[in-house]
């Protein structure tokens, strides 16, 4: 069993970054592939980011590639998501995901345990 919390959303204009962090408490963190994914409203979650075990393998939806950077610190049990260049279009609650396996998924299904998520709202 893991426990995930995120923070770092909040309200910030179109351009500007957040850090999102999400920290991890229970089972050994470094035993999970991490992942993020968002849902805003009306629509279905879907993939953002994720990283595995060790921090070497990353994957980006296209949506958010070259602006979004994935990162972890097993040392800090937590898993950190900088939002860069933001867009209106990125307004979505953000969640972390922990999956107890080596390597990432895109997948809402192949991952074990969440958060409760972190609102991000990009104003224009």
């Known amino acids: 069993q893991v426990q995930l919390v995120e923070s770092g959303g909040g309200l910030v204009q179109a351009g500007g970054s957040l850090r999102l962090s999400c920290a991890a408490s229970?089972?050994?963190?470094?035993?999970?592939?991490m992942g993020w994914f968002r849902q805003a409203p009306g629509k279905e979650r879907e993939f953002v980011a994720a990283?595995?075990?060790?921090?070497?393998?990353?994957y980006f939806a296209d949506s958010v590639k070259g602006r979004y950077t994935i990162s972890r610190d097993n040392a800090k049990n937590t898993v950190y998501l900088q939002l860069n260049s933001l867009k209106p279009e990125d307004t979505a609650v953000y969640f972390c995901?922990?999956?107890?396996?080596?390597?990432?998924?895109?997948?809402?299904?192949?991952?074990?345990?969440w958060g409760q998520g972190t609102q991000v709202t990009v104003s224009s």
């Open positions: 995901a922990a999956r107890s396996l080596y390597t990432w998924a895109i997948r809402p299904r192949d991952y074990d345990y």
């Open positions: 229970g089972r050994t963190f470094s035993s999970y592939a």
């Open positions: 990283i595995n075990l060790s921090g070497i393998s990353t």
